[in-house]
Every structure is written in structure tokens, then in C-alpha cells.
């Protein structure tokens, strides 16, 4: 009865800083801070930051890790252990500190179904020397720009109208309509789109593919 009532239920313990090295790693950071003698105090948290070390044996001797985990050391004793550490001691508020939130591309082009991928390469063509290497590039921006429009819910498109979209996305430096030729049909696109659909479409286990079976 008395070992039963002795028992302790992690709720009703301290909160872990760093749940993932246990419980008993944070008793040997909590004894480490009532050692009052500093030469033992730095012998055992070096021994303490070589049992951490010994976690993850082929990140042990590595410069950043061995920096990490005498911040972690730092940390699971609350920034209050007193010892000499090799590299320097970093301080709660800096590492609470939120981190400044990234940068994200806020534009919102015309013509969503293209993409912002193909406005770059419509940006890096027009800064090449006019020729047969930007003329291919030209044409073929041109044809990723109508199999982009097929692909966002048209069945066809005209030509010309691409061409219009690329001399308006090009500030007029692209013009596809005035050499008269033309690009990929737009049967051919549906029809790679159709194959593609019909590869990715599974079949349920143990059915058979209906092919060649008359219904009556």
C-alpha cells in the first residue's frame, strides 16, 4: 500500500524543457546546478553534455552539434547553470525570440492559368540577342503557354489568341502573330492530357479492365 502511494504520475512532476532527452537527463542538469564547487560543476556538465553526445554517436564530434548541445544544456537548466562553456552562452530572450517572418512573392498576375513561372521565362527571353535561339525559346514559351490554357478548362484555344497574351505579358517585345506560323494543335495537347488521365486512374484490387466487352 505504501509503494502504491508513493507513486509519482509525470503531471504532477516538473515540466521537462526538452522532453526528448527524459526525465533522468534533467536530474543530472538539476544536481549539476546545486554543485556549489565550480571545478565539479564544469567536470559534470562536461560528463553530462558527453552522455548527450552519446544519443546520436555520429553527430558527437561535430563542431555545430557539440554547439547545439551545450545549448540545450543551457536551456534544460533554465540559463542558470554557472560553468564554462566552450562556445558562447546563449541568452533566454534571444532564443525565444520569434523569428522574422519570410518574404513571400505578392504578385498577382493578369493571367493566373499561366503561371509566374512562365512570366520568367518570358522576362529572361526578351533579354536575349534576337536570333534562332529566341526565336525557339519565343515559340516555345508560346506552346507551354497554350497547353496552360487548354489545361485550365477550354477545349480549344486560338492561336492568336496566345500570341496576344505573349506580346501583352512581353510589354510588346514578343510578337508570335506577324511570322504567321503556328503551334502545337490543340488536339494534340487534349489528347496527352487524356493520357496522362487515364494512367493515373486506379483500378480497384482484383478488377479487370473492361476492354473489348460488348453490353447488351
Known amino acids: 500500500m505504501n509503494t502504491v502511494e508513493n507513486l509519482q504520475y509525470n503531471t504532477e512532476?516538473?515540466?521537462?524543457?526538452?522532453?526528448?532527452?527524459?526525465?533522468?537527463?534533467?536530474?543530472?542538469?538539476?544536481?549539476a546546478l546545486g554543485i556549489e564547487d565550480r571545478e565539479e560543476r564544469n567536470?559534470?556538465?562536461?560528463?553530462?553534455?558527453?552522455?548527450?553526445?552519446?544519443?546520436?554517436?555520429?553527430?558527437r564530434d561535430v563542431p555545430d552539434f557539440q554547439h547545439k548541445l551545450w545549448d540545450q544544456l543551457f536551456i534544460m537548466s533554465d540559463f542558470k547553470l554557472d560553468v564554462d562553456s566552450p562556445y558562447p552562452i546563449p541568452s533566454k530572450e534571444k532564443l525565444q525570440e520569434r523569428p522574422q517572418p519570410l518574404e513571400y512573392p505578392q504578385?498577382?498576375?493578369?493571367?493566373?492559368?499561366?503561371?509566374?513561372?512562365?512570366?520568367?521565362?518570358?522576362?529572361?527571353?526578351?533579354?536575349?540577342?534576337?536570333?534562332?535561339?529566341?526565336?525557339?525559346?519565343?515559340?516555345?514559351?508560346?506552346?507551354?503557354?497554350?497547353?496552360c490554357y487548354l489545361n485550365w478548362n477550354k477545349d480549344t484555344v486560338d492561336d492568336k489568341v496566345i500570341f496576344n497574351h505573349l506580346h501583352e505579358l512581353s510589354n510588346g517585345q514578343i510578337d508570335l502573330a506577324a511570322d504567321?506560323?503556328?503551334?502545337?494543335?490543340?488536339?494534340?495537347?487534349?489528347?496527352?492530357?487524356?493520357?496522362?488521365?487515364?494512367?493515373s486512374t486506379p483500378t480497384k484490387k482484383g478488377q479487370r479492365p473492361n476492354r473489348g466487352k460488348k453490353r447488351h
Open 13 to 31: 512532476r516538473p515540466q521537462l524543457h526538452i522532453p526528448e532527452y527524459g526525465r533522468h537527463f534533467q536530474k543530472m542538469v538539476d544536481h
Open 43 to 59: 567536470r559534470v556538465a562536461q560528463a553530462i553534455i558527453s552522455h548527450m553526445g552519446n544519443m546520436q554517436p555520429h553527430l
Open 107 to 147: 504578385n498577382h498576375p493578369k493571367y493566373r492559368f499561366y503561371g509566374n513561372n512562365i512570366k520568367r521565362m518570358i522576362d529572361e527571353a526578351v533579354k536575349w540577342d534576337k536570333g534562332d535561339k529566341r526565336s525557339g525559346l519565343e515559340y516555345a514559351i508560346a506552346n507551354h503557354m497554350k497547353k
Open 180 to 199: 504567321g506560323e503556328n503551334l502545337t494543335e490543340s488536339g494534340q495537347f487534349l489528347k496527352q492530357r487524356a493520357v496522362r488521365s487515364n494512367r
